[in-house]
């Protein structure tokens, strides 16, 4: 990615930094309404696919009372069509030959829609992602899609469930290629050759990537501006309008993002389709989204006019408009800065960008917003959930400057907390719903002052799990015999999902801690009347058992807290195996600019380290992670 940044005009600063003033002004009353704030919901479930002190007051903050700054899936207010979209093959039927899915303009024609195609392609991998891009579509009452499907076992299962797709001949791997690989720039070829295909066939093409979804009708908005030969996404991070108009062009110096982009079939868009794709397939080393911003940037300006925010490119024909990216959101204007709350707009889509934990961490994002299309077995695993309220000082939350010392002792107490209860949810055999996460200061791959200067990243922040935790890791199947039994995580937000079963929310248990030898704190499965298990802090690993194994049955196990809960586990080679299983679950932070390398390591037993201070690697040999 790219992230020049040019000079701002005058007027956009005091917009800016007027928000900023303002959201400094309210920060506390922010933070603290957060019990209050009922977030926007999606109006309707998933649908199914066919089968396959003073300063030491503490904010105890709990899954289903925490702030959205990443709400769940966006209501769209506009009447969407009822009828089904899907055409689901009778069973006893054959599967057509690989022939008949070969693309071609009579199989678009058949779901063009106001002369407008909306495209996405991946592998099998991608399978999930592209069954929430299909379901997001079909919810908003737009069926002129269709999908490429880069491996034949991807085609063969849209083809049973119903979903219009079309065999790219790619003969691409079934397994996820990794963001860089060969593979990956690969698939950015065929995205290339696949946008030369359709562009003849003389229909509007709205090419998207698979982790990106959609919250919102885009067609009325690209509607708006006939006269663009293309209309790009990008990077940028730092508004240039505070409205839903178009980026304001000689502002938004972030690179262009091919994940989200509408093109017509013009001849200056067919002409730069046609040259970028030679230029990628005469050098393989180049990134498609590179090759892409280089032919753009050939030349930039002037205006189109002084209204559209159209602007010549390329050849100096070709009449160009960035989309806002505060409503056509980045991973960071959506999951960080929460931009298009701040402005008051209604967001049409969210690309998984910014991101640091590859596939699986896109995939978690998508869930922490309740954007992300499960089956019903995702919400009711076997041996049930784990869930805790945090707690958290508001001096770590709210008192002082916000540094990376400040910073990692926020981050460091809410760890100690996720910890413990990665050690319960171990010794009970239950998935921990992980907890909010609240972060100070920002993460990005380069040096910076904590926030993005002139974004809208409001501190402290919710954060996104990968901002610190390595993701794909925790979710990664690890050998048993060296890192103990494995421990199933889900998004904090997944209690708050309207896919979740409700019969799984009613069978839910409450467990007070409270200090042994205070009234009823005994180590006991007596339930109080309000429905509440008093169970003593500092408990044993087999107080745990013998309490808890008279709620197997139980769904739900939500501690009212984590700290001092849990003294250990008794056997020694199994603390030693969970250790090492919960020390590479932690990542790091970046970066600092006054220090190469100027990263800085998580560690999830800081505590034990005395002296232990948040700095960055001082030699090449100390350039590791802490296990």
């Not at 990615?1 to 000079?7: G, L, P, Q, R």
């Not at 002037?302 to 959101?329: M, N, R, T």
Request: charged fraction near 20%; charge should be negative; glycine fraction near 6%.
């Amino acid at each position: 990615m790219a992230f020049e940044e040019v000079a701002y005009s005058r007027p956009l600063f005091l917009t800016i930094y007027t928000v900023v003033i303002v959201g400094i002004v309210v920060s506390s009353l922010y933070v603290f309404s957060a019990i209050h704030y009922s977030p926007t919901t999606s109006s309707s479930a998933w649908s199914s696919f066919p089968p396959l002190s003073n300063d030491d007051s503490r904010l105890n903050i709990s899954q289903s009372e925490v702030v959205r700054l990443v709400p769940s899936a966006y209501t769209e207010t506009q009447n969407v069509s009822k009828k089904p979209v899907l055409d689901v093959p009778p069973r006893n039927t054959k599967m057509p030959p690989l022939e008949d899915f070969k693309l071609t303009k009579e199989l678009v024609q058949q779901r063009v829609k106001d002369n407008i195609i909306i495209v996405t392609f991946g592998n099998y991998a991608f399978m999930d992602f592209i069954l929430t891009w299909v379901k997001q579509l079909n919810d908003l009452g737009l069926s002129n899609y269709v999908v490429g499907a880069m491996d034949t076992k991807l085609l063969e299962a849209l083809y049973w469930k119903g979903i219009p797709v079309f065999d790219m001949n790619s003969h691409m791997s079934t397994v996820d290629v990794g963001w860089g690989s060969p593979t990956f720039h690969k698939m950015g070829r065929e995205k290339v050759i696949l946008i030369n295909s359709i562009l003849p066939y003389g229909y509007e093409l709205l090419m998207c990537d698979t982790d990106m979804v959609w919250l919102k009708n885009p067609l009325p908005y690209l509607a708006r501006y006939p006269g663009a030969d293309v209309l790009t996404s990008s990077d940028q991070v730092v508004p240039t309008v505070v409205d839903d108009s178009l980026e304001v062009w000689q502002e938004a110096g972030a690179a262009y993002n091919i994940g989200i982009f509408h093109w017509r079939p013009t001849e200056s868009a067919i002409k730069l389709a046609k040259e970028w794709k030679e230029l990628l397939l005469a050098d393989d080393t180049i990134w498609d989204q590179n090759g892409f911003n280089e032919i753009v940037h050939r030349q930039l300006g002037p205006s189109v006019d002084e209204d559209s925010g159209l602007v010549y490119a390329y050849d100096g024909k070709l009449k160009l408009g960035v989309l806002p990216s505060s409503i056509f959101c980045s991973g960071h204007t959506y999951f960080v800065q929460a931009m298009y709350q701040q402005l008051r707009l209604e967001p049409y889509a969210v690309h998984t960008t910014f991101q640091y934990a590859g596939t699986e961490g896109k995939r978690h994002r998508l869930r922490e917003g309740m954007l992300f299309h499960d089956p019903p077995e995702y919400y009711n695993p076997p041996g049930g959930f784990l869930s805790f309220k945090p707690s958290i000082p508001k001096s770590l939350l709210l008192i002082g400057n916000h540094t990376v010392g400040s910073h990692f002792t926020l981050i460091n107490y809410q760890m100690k907390q996720i910890r413990t209860a990665l050690a319960i949810a171990s010794l009970l055999n239950r998935t921990l719903v992980m907890p909010p996460l609240w972060c100070r200061i920002d993460r990005l791959w380069f040096p910076h002052p904590g926030v993005l200067e002139g974004s809208m990243t409001r501190q402290p922040f919710l954060c996104p799990l990968d901002h610190v935790f390595e993701v794909h890791v925790m979710l990664k199947e690890l050998p048993e015999e060296e890192f103990g039994p494995g421990i199933d995580i889900r998004e904090y937000s997944i209690l708050d999902n309207p896919s979740f079963p409700l019969e799984v929310k009613k069978s839910w248990l409450n467990v007070h801690l409270c200090k042994e030898g205070t009234q009823d704190c005994i180590a006991s499965n007596n339930v109080t009347v309000g429905g509440v298990l008093k169970f003593p802090k500092h408990s044993k690993e087999e107080t745990f058992m013998k309490v808890f194994s008279s709620f197997k049955d139980i769904k739900v196990i939500q501690f009212s807290s984590m700290r001092d809960a849990f003294t250990g586990f008794t056997n020694k080679e199994r603390d030693d195996r969970f250790r090492t299983r919960v020390k590479h679950y932690t990542g790091i932070w970046c970066c600092v600019g006054d220090h190469t390398p100027g990263h800085i390591y998580y560690d999830m037993y800081w505590d034990e380290k005395p002296g232990w201070k948040p700095i960055p690697p001082q030699t090449s040999a100390d350039d590791h992670p802490p296990w």
